[in-house]
């Protein structure tokens, strides 16, 4: 069933989808495949499931507000087509690209960023509730952030909240791409948001050599990563279980805190609150790694970054300064025209700076790059 529903922000009403036939209703509502722009979000499940998923999907075009709920409609094709072949505008794009990547197995064509195009304008501060009030003097509510996006019935107040965080993204968009020509920066912007959706676009299958090796590893002995390794899988299998986010069955802290301790042969246990049956496969679990040969324990890995010498320090040091001064220059966050390690890369290697700074990028520091590569 579709239906509309009045909001308690903003004097529009919106459309809750559940259906198929009201979604190809929505879509040709605002024109199909003739459309030229639309605005999305999305919300998961990720604070309160094992593995997270598409839980609902915002969306704004021309005066239509939506709600559409993935979880109650089998068919979505309607709206992946849809997505295809017109602007889908985001804020914070990286999240939901990489939701609908996992969902739809595809990125939209054509993604445009909010957040990447007042960055580029010199915003300092550019999370939604920001260039909202900023732009439309509206303070967004923040209440539901948290919110269980897989329960149903959703709350008013979710609905509302979650309505919200599209209904002025087309307004925000044209208002920002003005801006971006009028100081021509759009080149940047699009350049920018290609190549952010090029790597959304990529599906990365998880290490399992690498997935456990959380921050604070390194500080392990071999025989302690062992432990944590075990330890890590341990907690994602009751996790699965019990359909939980891992960090809510045990920290990271305290995992590597096992780890440390089980190294040195001190006894660990966990806390009263686990049952019997985990407690049972986390002992069997630590005695697994106790029977395992060393040969078996996980290797150290050693990070290259490339031959370091005081001379290539002196060089890092010296094209950081020179980034840094040419983004004082344009009133843009300096990593904006590349990281610390692009440029960490580019001062070991300078051949590879056509493939690691984008065309605006190597355009602002033409000048810097050909000063520091002949004083080389």
Known sequence: MSEAIDSEFGSKDFTYVDTEAGLVELLEGVGGSS??????????????????????????????FAVIDPLALENLQPLVEFLDVTEVWLHGADFDMRMLRRTFNRVPGIVYDTQTAARLLGARKFGLVNLVEEHFGVVLPKGSQKADWGRR???????????????????????????LHDSGRWEWFTQSCSSARAIAEMRREKDKDMIWRISGWGKLERKGMAYLRALWFWRDGEAARRD????????????????????????????????DSPVRRFMAAIEGVSDLPEDQFPERIKRSKGKRDSDAEHRFDRLKALRDNVAEGLDI??????????????????????????NWQKQQLQAVLTEFFDSK
């Open 244 to 275: 939980r986010p891992p960090f809510k069955i045990i920290g990271n802290d305290r995992l590597l805190e096992y780890a440390g301790d089980l190294q040195f042969g001190k006894q660990v246990s966990l806390p009263e609150r686990f049952p």
């Open 153 to 179: 019935p959703l709350s008013q107040k979710m609905i509302d909240y979650a309505v919200n965080d599209v209904r002025y993204l087309l307004p925000m968009a044209k208002l920002l791409t003005e801006r």
């Open 35 to 64: 459309c030229e722009r639309c605005a999305i979000d999305t919300e998961a499940d990720s604070l309160h499931c094992y593995e997270e998923k598409l839980c609902l999907i915002q969306f704004a075009a021309a005066d239509c």
């Open 333 to 358: 966050d300096a990593t904006l025209i590349g990281s610390r390690a692009t440029f960490e890369r580019i001062s070991a290697q300078p051949q590879q700076v056509d493939e690691l700074l984008l």
